[in-house]
Structures are given as C-alpha cells and as structure tokens.
C-alpha cells in the first residue's frame, strides 16, 4: 500500500502517546519512567518518519495528574525522558502538549477538544491542519484531528473505536512504510 497524500516536510505530524509511542496501561497509567516501554519498531523508525514533517508534536491526556497519582513535574519528567529517547535516535519532537485534568464536562483541553491543536498552531504559525497528520488510537484522538481538519491514522489496538479515520494501521512502523 501506498499513500498518495503528497506529504513533504511542510506537513506536521501530531501523535497521541499511550498506545502510539509507547504500551498503553489499559487498568492504569504511566507513573514512572520504567513503566514506560516504547511500542516495537517506534524509536527505530522514529528519526526516518519524524524527519518528513516540519514539525512533530505530541497531544496526551493524561488525567493521571488531575487524578492525583503523579505531580506534572513528575510527568514533564517523563516527557522529558521520552523525548531524550527520541533524540539518541536523532528524531526531535518539537513539543509535548497535555491535558492533565479530569475526564468530566468541564475538560476544555482533552482531546477531543481542539485547544492543544490550537496551542500548536499558535506556537508554531506554520502549522496547517489540512497539512497535518494525526495518529491516535482511540475515537477522541481521530476526532480531534478532524475536527481540526486534518488526516486521521488509527493505531489498531484492544481499544474498541467506533470512528472512520482515513487509514488503519498496527503501528506507527507501518506508516513509515506506507511514506516511504
């Protein structure tokens, strides 16, 4: 298979992270550093996929944090690790956006909301999110990106969704294949 999205490095690329970059807890939450495994293949094609895109960022909700169990220090932490990871391979991020409140009606920046995409956009004047890319793996993480008019990748998982990205995919290895 191959993509005919025309993709060059004026696109951005936005990821979800819990089941996308790294093994998401399905009874719980990242809370530390050594619960953090990163997916197979996702570091090693990290650099290759990353480099086609002006800019990589990763949206996160992370109620952990409104929830108690870890302090944002300690999360921006992990963050920080995580983006460490990707640049021993030479593949930078160049933001980690998050939504660290409660899963509840007044969440205003979990996705599916569009304030970290906006955020983005206002950091980066560049983004276009006709432009863009965003690979999730859960019906939050695909409306986001559509509400906000991007291309939409879902990353297949034991997550039941019921939404129709523009593209099913097992991993996030996989779209490097489909790009190259």
């Not at 005919?4 to 992270?17: A, E, K, P, V």
């Not at 990589?56 to 990871?85: P, Y």
């Not at 004047?125 to 939050?140: A, H, L, Q, R, Y």
Request: glycine letters at 6%.
């Amino acid at each position: 298979m191959k993509l005919n999205w025309d993709i060059d490095t004026t696109w951005t690329l936005f990821l979800d992270r819990d089941g996308v970059i790294n093994e998401r807890v399905f009874d719980g939450y990242v809370l530390s550093i050594k619960d953090f495994i990163f997916k197979e293949g996702v570091l090693e094609n990290a650099c290759l996929l990353f480099g086609k895109f002006a800019h990589v960022f990763i949206v996160t909700n992370q109620q952990c944090v409104g929830k108690g169990l870890i302090s944002k220090a300690s999360l921006d932490d992990i963050h920080d690790w995580m983006s460490e990871q990707f640049l021993k391979k030479k593949a930078h991020i160049d933001e980690v956006f998050v939504a660290t409140e409660l899963n509840n009606k007044d969440s205003r920046r979990r996705k599916p909301n569009l304030e970290m995409g906006l955020e983005a956009k206002m950091k980066f004047p560049n983004v276009d999110f006709e432009k863009s890319i965003m690979i999730g793996d859960t019906d939050s993480d695909i409306s986001f990106g559509q509400n906000l008019g991007m291309k939409t990748v879902l990353i297949e998982s034991e997550q039941n969704c019921q939404s129709s990205p523009d593209l099913k995919l097992d991993s996030l290895a996989d779209l490097n294949k489909i790009l190259s």
